[in-house]
C-alpha cells in the first residue's frame, strides 16, 4: 500500500517532471534540426515515467498481480512508442 | 495450457476496488490510445495544417489543467489512505478536496474552449481542430463524470458507508479518477507539448 510520505514524494515528482515537460514544450525546434528529435523523444520518455508513476503508486498496482501492472504500463510505453515513430515518420 | 505465463499471474496484493471496474478501465484506455495513435498519424499528413493549430493552443491552460488533475489524484490517495485506517472523516476531506481541485480543471477547460470557440475554431474548422476537439472534450466528459463520483464517495464516507475493511467502492471510484489522470498524461503532450 502506498504510504502518505511515498505518495507525496511521487507528487513532486510528478509536478518537477510536468515542469520539464512545459518547458520542452515552449521550445522552438524550427532551427534544431536532429536536436529537436531528442526533444521529442524526452517529451516521450517523461510521458512513460510519469504514467508509470500513477500506474505503480497512485493506482497502488505496484504490487499486484504483474498482469495487471504490464497491461496499465503497456498503455503510456506504447502509445509513447506509436507517437514516437510518427512522429520521426514526419521529419523524414 | 494458459496463454498467459504463471508468472504474471501470481497473486500479491488485491487488485484495488472492483474487477469490473479494471476491466472498463482497459476498454477506455484502449478506446483513447486510437484516437491518440490516428492523431500521430493523420498528422503524418497534415503536418503545416497540425503546425499551425499547435500555435493556436494554449498551453498554459493545458499546464494548468495537469497541475491540477495530478494533484486531485494526490488527495484521490490520501483519501484512500485515510479509508484503509479507518478514518471515514478524513476520506471524506479529501475526497472533497479533490472535487475541488478538479473544479480548477472545469473552469479552465471553460476559459480554453471559451477563447478557442472565440477566436472562430470549431469542430469543423480543419482536421486538427477535429482532433483537438473530440479528444479533449471525450476526456472533459471522463473528467465530470469522475467529479461526480468523487462527491457521492465522500457523501458516503462521511454518513459510514465504508470502513476499514469495506472500501472496495472508495478504491474503484479512486482507480477510475486516476484512470482520467492518466488519460491526460498521454493527451497533454500529444496535443499541447510534442511539435
Known amino acids: 500500500m502506498t504510504s502518505v510520505k511515498q505518495a507525496t514524494t511521487i507528487w513532486l515528482m510528478l509536478m518537477i517532471a510536468t515542469a520539464i515537460a512545459a518547458f520542452l514544450g515552449s521550445m522552438d525546434l524550427s532551427g534544431m534540426g536532429q536536436a529537436g528529435l531528442w526533444v521529442t523523444l524526452a517529451s516521450i520518455v517523461i510521458l512513460v515515467i510519469k504514467g508509470q508513476l500513477i ?38 | 495450457m494458459s496463454l498467459i505465463p504463471a508468472s504474471l499471474l501470481v497473486k500479491k496484493q488485491d487488485l484495488p476496488g472492483d474487477l469490473a471496474l479494471w476491466i472498463l478501465i482497459l476498454a477506455e484506455l484502449g478506446v483513447f490510445s486510437l484516437f491518440f495513435v490516428s492523431y500521430g498519424f493523420v498528422r503524418l499528413n497534415n503536418l503545416e495544417m497540425f503546425a499551425e493549430g499547435y500555435q493556436h493552443l494554449n498551453r498554459v491552460a493545458g499546464l494548468i489543467n495537469t497541475i491540477a488533475l495530478i494533484t486531485s489524484s494526490y488527495f ?97 471510484g479512486a482507480s477510475y479518477w486516476h484512470m482520467v489522470d492518466l488519460l491526460w498524461i498521454v493527451l497533454f503532450p500529444l496535443v499541447y507539448v510534442i511539435h
Not at chain 2, 150 to 168: F, R, T, V
Request: proline share 1%.
Open chain 1, 55 to 92: 500506474v505503480d503508486y497512485f493506482m497502488d498496482l505496484k504490487h499486484v498481480q504483474p498482469i495487471w501492472r504490464l497491461l496499465l504500463s503497456a498503455y503510456c510505453l506504447v502509445i509513447g512508442g506509436f507517437v514516437f515513430l510518427a512522429y520521426c515518420l514526419s521529419v523524414i
Open chain 2, 76 to 172: 484521490v490517495v490520501r483519501a484512500v489512505i485515510a479509508i484503509k485506517e479507518g478514518n471515514n472523516a478524513s476520506c471524506s476531506f479529501w475526497l472533497r478536496l479533490a472535487f475541488f481541485t478538479a473544479c480548477i480543471y472545469v473552469g479552465v477547460k471553460g476559459w480554453e474552449y471559451y477563447e478557442t470557440f472565440g477566436a472562430g475554431f470549431t469542430l469543423h474548422t480543419n482536421t486538427f481542430y477535429m482532433f483537438y476537439f473530440l479528444l479533449t472534450f471525450f476526456h472533459f466528459a471522463h473528467v465530470l463524470l469522475g467529479m461526480a463520483i468523487l462527491l457521492i464517495l465522500a457523501s458516503k464516507a462521511k454518513k459510514g458507508d465504508y470502513c476499514a475493511e469495506n472500501h472496495s467502492g472508495i478504491e474503484s
